[in-house]
């Protein structure tokens, strides 16, 4: 501890909410509802099965350590070049390489109030200040959304890395694509925009866009993405990032020789290609959000407008009681006082087996009013 250099002495480390592994062994017999990681609880495509199960008589070859196939694959996906393309374990470990490549002491990072966590400890990890912007106020349309005007305000001359994302974890928020095309036009060059697009497939509405469309404009903006939500690859670990070539040439420095795994490579590239699968696990999450997000507001609980896979739900004072009691009844949702929302839970959305159970576990908490 004390060996550790200051920045990382003051860390924590991200906190994945509860121990799964023991949760499942006790529940083993009526399994475990598992709602807490915003995970797509249909798994993966079939396609990417099969090429994942084709690679394990290779797993005595290291990977392609460039990573060609996949990159090429996203290049055509998105109608970028290849060089654009930076692959990660996870979107994760990219968003920490932005911060080692562009952060450090003396430098400002400015992210969002209700910001995913990992922004912060990229920022702190490597000694930057970070500079939180207010997020919307709860009586907006989007509560506790991004402000856009706010973060674009917390940019100042020593500011190098902005991390936001559309939409947003844990809030489910957006914002709308010519907002961000107008915060862009407002961001000076020597602040680095990354905008963490991990729930973009997800995301329908109307007014809702990629960013990737402003690229070709803004050097300075970084989109990531991630297998891990829509694509349901997240033990897999595969995310990757998009930027102009000259700014993904300045993380593949930073990249560990065969970050991403031969297994990952070869079933994200698969799922990429299974466009009738991904359409129907979109819909089906849809139609299984609006169900769940109409079920708790009959039951009187507030929920924020989503266009993810997951819903925040405000349960008031009696929250910490009804996520212990739920816990005990193999309901396992995220608890969000670590994000300064207290009487927030966060519940990814499940297929209706999952839903009707934590349901029925509300009602029956109701009813004992525990
Ligand atoms: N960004 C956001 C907004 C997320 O919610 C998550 C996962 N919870 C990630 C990035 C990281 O995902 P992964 O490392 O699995 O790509």
């Known amino acids: 501890e004390e060996l550790a250099v200051p920045a990382v002495r003051a860390l924590r480390a991200y906190d994945p909410g509860h121990d799964l592994v023991a949760l499942r062994r006790r529940a083993a017999g009526t399994g475990l509802v598992e709602l807490g990681s915003n995970e797509n609880p249909w798994g993966p495509s079939p396609r990417a099965l099969d090429a994942a199960a084709a690679v394990l008589g290779e797993l005595h070859r290291y990977p392609d350590p460039l990573g060609g196939n996949l990159k090429r694959a996203l290049a055509a996906e998105h109608g970028i070049d290849a060089s654009q393309v930076v692959l990660g374990n996870g979107s994760h470990e990219l968003l920490m390489q932005l911060a080692q490549a562009f952060a450090g002491p003396g ?3 400015v992210a969002s ?3 995913f966590a990992v922004y912060a400890i990229a920022a702190r990890a490597v000694g930057a200040h970070l500079r939180v912007a207010p997020a919307l106020p709860l009586d907006d349309a989007m509560p506790r959304g991004h402000d856009l005007d706010a973060i674009a305000g ?4 020593a500011t190098r890395l902005v991390y936001l994302a559309n ?4 809030t489910g928020t957006w914002f709308a694509r010519d907002a961000f095309a107008a915060f862009m036009a407002r961001v000076p060059d020597h602040a680095i925009v990354v905008l963490d697009e991990a729930y973009a497939e997800i995301a329908a509405a109307p007014d809702f866009g990629s960013a990737l469309p402003l690229l070709g404009a803004h050097r300075n903006l970084v989109i990531t993405r991630t297998f891990s939500k829509a694509y349901a690859l997240a033990g897999l670990r595969v995310g990757y990032a998009i930027a102009h070539s000259a700014l993904a040439a300045v993380l593949e420095r930073l990249r560990e020789s065969f970050n991403v795994n031969a297994v990952a490579l070869a079933a994200a590239e698969a799922a990429l290609g299974d ?6 696990t979109l819909a089906a999450n849809t139609r299984e959000r609006e169900a769940l997000a109409a079920a708790l507001r009959e039951r009187g609980w507030p929920v924020s407008p989503s266009q993810t896979n997951f819903l925040l739900v405000e349960f008031g004072a009696r929250t910490a009681r009804i996520e212990q009691a739920l816990l005990e009844r193999n309901v396992v949702l995220r608890p969000m006082a670590g994000y300064g929302l207290p009487e927030c839970l966060r519940i990814s959305v ?4 999952e839903n009707r159970r934590l349901l029925a576990a509300l009602d029956e908490l109701a009813t004992t009013g525990d």
Do not use: S
């Open 350 to 353: 499940g297929g209706p087996g």
């Open 113 to 115: 109030q209700f910001g």
């Open 167 to 170: 939409p947003n974890n844990p």
């Open 275 to 280: 466009r009738g699968w991904l359409r129907d």
């Open 154 to 157: 917390a940019i100042t001359p």
């Open 107 to 109: 430098v400002d990072v």
